[in-house]
Nanobody, 120 residues
């Protein structure tokens, strides 16, 4: 399984971007997904997470602005980002917690990261 993140780019303050993370390859079940970000010169931080039961969590600074979701086929996870500010500038990484086979254990898969820059 490989994850491919896309949708990053340059946005103006107050603007929006939608990140996508597609899982290619076969897997047995989806357990959870998350988006992380790493601002310049800072450590990676958890932005949002989603479980297979639909439970979501958000980092405090993005609550009410970002929404994590997935499509009905469970192979794509999105991060809708609204009201962007320069503080949201970072490389964004997606991760999915997947079970590859019926008798396998879930494990993390990571995408390559997509740059989000918020600037006027």
């Amino acid at each position: 399984v490989q994850l491919q993140a896309s949708g990053g780019g340059l946005a103006q303050p107050g603007g929006s971007l939608r990140l996508s993370c597609v899982a290619s390859g076969n897997f047995f079940s989806f357990e959870a997904a998350a988006w992380y970000r790493q601002p310049p010169g800072k450590q990676r931080e958890l932005v949002a997470s989603l479980t297979n039961s639909g439970t979501t969590t958000y980092e405090d600074s993005v609550k009410g602005r970002f929404t994590i979701s997935r499509d009905s086929a469970y192979d794509t996870v999105f991060l809708q980002m609204n009201s962007l500010s320069p503080e949201d500038t970072a490389i964004y990484y997606c991760t999915m917690y997947l079970v590859e086979s019926p008798h396998g254990q879930p494990r993390d898969f990571w995408g390559q990261g997509t740059q989000v820059t918020v600037s006027s």
